[in-house]
């Protein structure tokens, strides 16, 4: 069980305002505060590992303490004490030793580097969990001239994570104090920056923040009047707008510069809407005899929840804020018995409304009354809040925890994704433009490609492409493992690009295929090439890279999800195939033919001999005879180093040119006219032809061969020729996630 105190008028469901690091006057005495109790025996919090962030000195350390801070008043974790650490785990730096973290008993890890550059303040961001390897589930990098914001919005991308809505941290709470300094304040969600704003010298209530944060709206008796006030919320001299005979009290922002408030100048309490700038009023909303007050909007303005005792006793209504009958909400509210406690008056509980599902009530007493009448009486007054289960702005509170059931994991480590929380608050608006640097490195049998790219609202911006013939699966053929001289060429490029994306702030992510996955002595490579890259290789199945190349090809060339598409990704390994109609993939495979796999299983002459050339296309054909090759009109998409070569040098082209190797269509007979080229040349004459490059000339005819048989197979006329492997896929696959 836990108690939260909160300052009179904040109304906040299980997200507790922790007291204030440097307050501007007295804080308001504990037992004068309303109280709200939460008993959930059956929660149980993500046990969450929350290292010092590191990078520059004086941001490391003020950085680790917003993040704690915010991570801890959310609810949803455990943090596990930083002081258990053992040092292993503390220099590992954005890096992540999942065995190590499971035994200090953490399901997740949340890491930060904090440092500066030209632009300002720069926040990298990784969230591991165990039981998903030791690649980032989340990794973000926010830029901006001020630290704190800077870390909420790390703060809210984790508890998005978890919740499916964006955490509220960098939104600000407008609320009454009371004691010796009445006045109204506000203060971040995590508790500090408290300010106070007004300097009123007399009791000042019913603050409403605007919905652009900017201005608040309250009510002070500094005049002897119940009247309405506006003060900026970065504070200053505050200006009385309603100052009406009677109540003028309750106002509730309809979005813009109008507010909706209970005024009584004309005889009785009704609801009008006035204006905000010189305290018109627009419109009169009420007319009934009874007394209608405490109105409160939908975050989308065009509702308003108010309370009124037409029949006979307090109850809720609901009425469209242009006006119009109210429906009396309070008849169809009943008691929801999973969420409140036995004891207590029905009407203090949280309820919902089994006809309008989408909408939320709860009331607070203060903690010192042990009861409260049904009838008004003097003291906190407080108002229907309508909540939608997905709010999009605004302070918006759902005291209402659901999880779903844990996916089944024999090992009994929790699953991120199996949690979700219904939003506390609404988010908050966005202050910085989130950017996010990937890198992704494809490291084949032949070629090790790198991809750096920036991610922003949905566009790619390529900051480096880079691809080097590193050659890691020469000889696997033989005796099936990978030659040390492949192996040290491949760390040395990974060494270069791992710079390169270090120097761009990417968040770095490999991926490894068929000569890794074969190889008997791969852990010689994949542990050196960890700990270059800071992260591990990811050894991915056939499937998989068939999935990657079908995305690249997918999100390249959108037009192919209308029809039925067949996609290659010839490798120096292996050969991916995949078969879709519209958008849907039916077939995909991973075949054991690959260029340099092929030439060095067959060929020993230079040139090859027709013997040699025949035992290729033979075993080319075997492999694509279980392939269910669509009939009719199909669009073939290739990609890889062997098509876009043979594009390159049908095009003639001195230096390569991705800009017109992508998307241009190689036609059957271009190609074949490369095949006549090939065959009887030398790998002397090869290394001279334009568009090839001279480490690839000793494989290019086995490849090609492999693309003349998969096009014929597939009755294909022409090769629709994509410059985006599988380093792009992954690319598209980690910029959606």
């Known amino acids: 069980m836990k108690t939260l105190p909160l300052a009179t008028g904040i109304l906040l469901a299980t997200l507790a305002i922790p007291e204030p690091a440097h307050a501007v006057g007295p804080a308001a005495d504990s037992e004068d505060l309303p109280q709200i109790t939460i008993t959930d025996p059956n929660r149980d919090l993500f046990r969450l590992g929350l290292p010092s962030a590191i990078g520059d000195g004086d941001l490391a350390g003020p950085a680790t303490d917003v993040e704690r801070r915010d991570l801890g008043i959310v609810g949803l974790f455990r943090l596990l004490d930083p002081a258990s650490f053992p040092a292993s785990l503390v220099k590992e730096g954005l890096g992540f ?69 964006r955490g509220v941290f960098g939104s600000r709470i407008a609320f009454a104090m009371t004691g010796k300094t009445p006045e109204i304040a506000t203060v971040g969600m995590d508790g500090q920056e408290l300010k106070v704003v007004t300097q009123m010298k007399s009791q000042c209530l ?36 309603s100052d009406r005979p009677g109540l003028n009290t309750g106002a509730a922002w309809l979005g813009g510069n109008t507010l909706v408030a209970t005024l009584s100048f004309e005889g009785n309490a009704e609801l009008y809407k006035i204006s905000a700038a010189d305290g018109k009023v627009v419109a009169r909303l009420t007319t009934s005899p009874s007394i209608d007050t405490s109105p409160g909007p939908s975050p989308g303005g065009d509702q308003i929840a108010f309370v009124s005792d037409r029949q006979g006793t307090p109850q809720i209504y609901l009425m469209p ?53 049904r009838d008004a009486e003097p003291g906190i007054q407080l108002r229907p809040i309508l909540v939608p289960r997905r709010p999009t702005a605004g302070l918006l509170l759902q005291p209402r925890w659901t999880f779903r059931d844990e996916l089944a994991n024999p090992s009994g480590v929790s699953d991120l994704q199996g949690w979700r929380q219904e939003p506390l608050v609404g988010p908050a608006s966005p202050r910085f433009q989130v950017v996010v640097r990937l890198a992704t490195i494809d490291i084949g049998t ?17 900051l480096a492409e880079r691809a080097e013939i590193t050659r890691l699966g020469r000889g696997i053929g033989a005796d099936g493992g990978l030659g040390r001289p492949g192996i040290e060429r491949t760390l ?7 710079a390169l994306a270090r120097a761009q702030g990417a968040s770095l992510y490999a991926i490894g295929t068929e000569a890794l996955r074969r190889a008997p002595n791969a852990r010689d490579f994949l542990e050196p090439a960890a700990q270059i890259l800071g992260a591990p290789v990811e050894v991915i199945d056939g499937d998989r890279e068939a999935a990657l190349s079908y995305l690249a090809a997918e999100r390249s060339f959108p037009e192919i999800d209308q029809g039925t598409s067949v996609v290659l990704d010839i490798g120096g390994g292996s050969t991916e195939i995949i078969v879709a109609r519209a958008g849907h993939m039916e077939f995909r495979r991973s075949l054991p033919v690959g260029s340099v796999r092929l030439t060095e299983k067959h060929v020993r002459n230079d040139p090859a001999t027709p013997a040699e050339i025949a ?50 269509r190689l036609t059957l007979p271009a190609l074949e006219q490369q095949i006549a080229r090939l065959g009887p040349s030398t790998q002397a004459e090869r290394e001279k032809m334009p568009g090839l490059d001279p480490k690839r000339a000793d494989v290019i005819l086995a490849g090609a061969y492999i693309l003349q048989q998969i096009a014929t197979s597939a009755c294909s006329t022409e090769i629709l020729v994509s410059d985006r492997g599988i380093r792009w896929g992954l690319l598209f696959e980690k910029a959606g996630s």
């Open 321 to 373: 804020s242009s006006g119009g009958p109210p429906t009396d909400l309070s008849r169809q509210l009943q008691p929801d018995p999973t969420l409140l406690p036995a004891q207590g008056n029905a009407h203090h509980r949280l309820h919902r409304s089994r006809r309008a599902q989408r909408l939320r009530y709860f009331s607070l007493r203060p903690a010192h009354r042990k009861s409260r009448p």
């Open 97 to 165: 030793s999942a065995d190590l973290w499971a035994q200090m008993g953490a399901q997740g890890v949340a890491k930060m580097r904090a440092t500066r550059d030209s632009a300002g303040i720069v926040i990298e961001g990784r969230l591991y969990q165990i039981g998903r390897g030791e690649t980032p589930v989340l990794t973000k990098t926010y830029r901006g001239p001020e630290l704190r914001p800077l870390v909420h919005l790390w703060a809210n991308d984790v508890v998005l994570q978890f919740t499916g809505m």
């Open 206 to 241: 019913l603050p409403a923040l605007s919905p652009s944060g900017g201005q608040i709206a309250f009510n002070s008796y500094l005049r002897g009047g119940a009247d309405l006030w506006l003060v900026s919320a970065s504070g200053g001299r505050a200006r009385r707008i």
């Open 492 to 498: 040395a490029v990974l060494t270069d690009y791992a």
């Open 615 to 664: 035992a290729v296309t033979d075993e080319i054909s075997r492999q694509l005879s279980g392939v269910p090759f669509p009939a009719g009109p199909i669009t073939l998409i290739g990609t890889a180093g062997t098509v876009t070569t043979l594009t390159a040098m049908s095009l003639g082209l001195t230096s390569y040119d991705p800009a017109r190797v992508h998307g241009h």
């Open 446 to 462: 032949n070629t090790t490609l790198l991809l750096v790219a920036e991610v922003s609202g949905g566009e790619i911006r390529v």
